[in-house]
């Protein structure tokens, strides 16, 4: 079992560190960099960049906050939003990602899952879900573009075939649960927990320490994203990190 | 401390940027190079890498020269770095998506991690994440004559990968001390005992 990692997760919609309610209804936060270097200060385990807007090849794009990030944050970085190809990867790669985390361009042609672990090798390969419970029958359907469009794949399916083809982790965010503070989605994070033999990062809903607690515990998560309830000041890395410590939950300890 | 000048070979494969910086970052002045002369006469030497192995392999031997720049500076006994993948090539073998010839500089194979831990509990692979290091039983020097000879044992550091045997050292110019946490207690999806603590193979040439 390796030790649960926090990361911290920020919304970035070029220049700007944004947040929303169900990925929707977005605010503007402030500057992205500033924010990160916070977060690595306090001690994140790693740093998760989504593009909203999958702007990567834009001025003043996410690619430049991410080489910016480099220069002061020394943990691993995510990024995410607007991956389309080995190319677009790439590009991540040298602007100083470690891993890239791609949902839309894998729902479209699957086959991309492999070409990327083949060359980059599956720890860098992160196959992002936005899943949305189904409103009348049990289960969740994965969707894309920030929870709007409907793939049509049921969640825990399309977790298992993304493994099958190559993916080392697995981001699973709850659109439900995104932006609520209310806690995250159990039952979605066991259920695909338990389904694949890759690590799975619970996104969605954090509203407090105990929430952690609870997707570890209950959900089964090996690492927790959360984003709100950094941006906002509600709590911080180092109080989080010793409450999850407290509750017995193996943690890397940030002195 | 004098600062050092390290070349890092850039030959199309990783996180060069995020190398580069952390050598900064550790005091060392970074230089980006792909070319085999300056490589092979570098003062110091880091073999990047995120990929899989075959791939990675296969980008540094369609580099004209670089293979051979490579091992000439390792056969001057200067201090050479591989980090990721680009320590795993520095082996014999990789079994990652088949079998391939790596740089041979170090014997042995690099090969999956199993599903499953020793004692027969399940584990997730890659594993990720940050995780302490331990001193091997057989090296009675510590890590005294390494790359490491700084690092408190159970400091630790980031890994993320899928193969054994070579080890992968991340972000290794800023270790961040911490202290080994008490096993986890059960949990109902947990593999029950904790991974077996893995030896740190060496991946460093002192000169």
Redesign the interface.
Known sequence: ?????LIARLDVKAPNLIKGIHLEGLRKIGDPNEFARRYYEQ?A?EILYMDIVASLYQRNSLLDIV?RT??DV????TVGGGIRSTEDA?AA???????VAINTAAIHRPELVSEM????????MVLSIEAKRHAHAAGWEAFTDNGREHTGRDVVEWAKRGVELGC??ILLTSVDQEGTRAGFDIDLV?AV??AV???VIASGGMGSAEHLIDV???G?A??VAMADILHYGRSDLASIRKAT?NA???????? | MTQADITIVDYGVGNVLSVARAVTQAGGRPNLSSNPAEIAHAERLILPGVGAFGDCIQALRARPGLEMAIRDFAASGRPMLGICVGMQVLFDVGEEFGEHRGLGLIPGRVRAIPAKTTDGAPQKVPHIGWSPLSIPDHRSLGWTDTILAEIQPGGAFYSSIRSQLGQTIRHIASPIPSTVASASPLRSCAAISPAPSSIPKKAVRSG
């Open positions: 079992m390796s030790r649960i990692r001690g385990d080489e480099t220069r020394f943990v691993p970085i790439r790669f040298r602007a100083g990602a470690d891993k672990a083949r060359s980059f090798g599956s720890q860098a080392g982790e066991k927990s338990t033999p890759v690590p570890v515990n209950n089964c090996d690492a410590a017995g939950i193996d943690v890397r300890i940030v002195e």
